[in-house]
């Protein structure tokens, strides 16, 4: 297909696509998925090899959250019946991360509920941070507690992070549909924040909320001109009890035209396979790794992802290789870009301008069946006494 051979070219060179050339990805046939999948998945090669970064979750701070983000399980409002619990000492968040590297994570991912961190939520973070740095050697730490506030970015970085994560979620246009407590401005302003400190950008989206095409290329877009380090790509998880329960919208192939558009529009970034794999993705999980380079292992903060070694095995399977700890992650040019200071506007080609092609939302007959028998609340790991799940 001449689309994806100058998809091809483009990624190996750095350039944005078009607009029309996103759309057209997301919207080809099923007959032409392998297709797809191969083409994206030579950019990904290129800049990542067969390499799979492991990323572990640790939540602080489970449940209660005074934001109303309708996705979420831990919203203000939420019925659902998650684990619910105040922040985990230091010893206890050590503990728990601790095994996510036992298990080949190299990253350790701090999340906390809540609209964004007090400044002495910041230094119990902090104490997290050295903590979990001081008995895992070379481990990277990603922080994610909310919006951010002046100088606590910093305070972070000082601590010993070594990047912060939020993400835009969604479109700017339909932003407003998903989430009123706050805006997408100050999604952004918090990413620009941790950038100006130097930590590294964390940054992505969640698919299947009932989003158009042209949403989806809208938020990796604006992704792509925000230029994270990494660019997680959650898919819904239809939690019972939040007012996204229903939306179950998401098909394997969907997922994965999904990855192969943000591959294609962000070539050399960390492309993350976050929350919703297990439940979306389904048995076509490892086709995805010829995608992305980047996984969680193991459980997410309020349900159960599918067991740590059976992530290992896929891995191995698919003949791909768990990337070691003294391995830089992120291409020459965009490490070094990022060597002093977090902001990388200079690491990727500019982002050119294409045509508006407008993309009708998912047709039903694509409509993926509820399958609520694949959502698990998480009962073990952190804030109980059961084992993790590494």
């Not at 000492?89 to 007090?118: H, N, Q, W």
């Not at 990337?323 to 992120?330: H, V």
Request: charged share 25%; proline share 4%.
């Amino acid at each position: 297909m001449d689309l994806l051979n100058t998809l091809v070219d483009k990624g190996l060179r750095r350039e944005l696509p078009t607009r029309e050339e996103a759309l057209a990805v997301l919207a080809s046939p099923d007959d032409d998925l392998l297709d797809v999948v191969a083409a994206a998945g030579k950019v990904r090669r290129q800049w990542f090899g067969r390499r799979v970064k492991l990323n572990y979750l640790v939540n602080l701070k489970s449940g209660l959250c005074p934001e109303d983000c309708s996705y979420c399980s831990q919203r203000l409002g939420s019925k659902a019946e998650i684990l619910k619990y105040t922040w985990l000492k230091p010893d206890e968040a050590s503990k728990a991360a601790a095994a996510g590297v036992a298990g080949g994570a190299k990253r350790v991912c701090l999340v906390a509920s809540g609209r964004g961190p007090t400044d002495r939520d910041v230094d119990r973070v902090s104490q997290t941070i050295e903590a979990i740095k001081e008995q895992n050697e070379g481990v990277e730490v990603c922080a994610c507690l909310g919006l951010l506030s002046d100088g606590q970015a910093g305070r972070l970085r000082s601590a010993g992070a070594d990047a912060y994560n939020h993400n835009l979620n969604t479109s700017e246009g339909t932003y407003g549909d998903i989430t009123t407590t706050h805006t997408y401005a100050d999604r952004v302003e918090t990413v620009h924040q941790a950038q100006a400190a130097g930590l590294s950008a964390c940054s992505g989206l969640i698919a299947g909320m009932g989003e158009s095409d042209s949403d989806l290329v809208d938020v990796v877009f604006a992704l792509r001109e925000l230029d994270p380090d990494s660019v997680p790509v959650n898919f819904l998880i239809p939690f019972e009890g939040t007012p996204l329960a229903k939306e179950w919208n998401l098909t394997p192939q969907r997922c994965l035209r999904i990855l192969a558009m943000v591959r294609f529009v962000c070539p050399d970034v960390e492309v993350r396979l976050a929350g919703g794999r297990e439940v979306h993705l389904r048995s076509m999980q490892p086709l995805a790794l010829h995608l992305v380079n980047s996984i969680f292992l193991g459980d997410y903060l309020t349900s159960e992802g599918q067991a740590g070694q059976a992530d290992l095995d896929m891995i191995a399977d698919a003949g791909f290789e768990v990337e070691g700890a003294g391995t830089t992650t992120l291409p020459r040019h965009r490490a070094e870009a990022g060597a002093d200071c977090g902001s990388h506007s200079g690491g990727c080609a500019p982002c050119g301008e294409g045509p508006e092609a407008a993309a009708a939302p998912a047709e039903a007959s694509e409509a993926s069946v509820a399958r609520t028998d694949l959502v698990a609340v998480r009962r073990r790991g952190a804030g109980t006494d059961l084992a993790p799940n590494a």
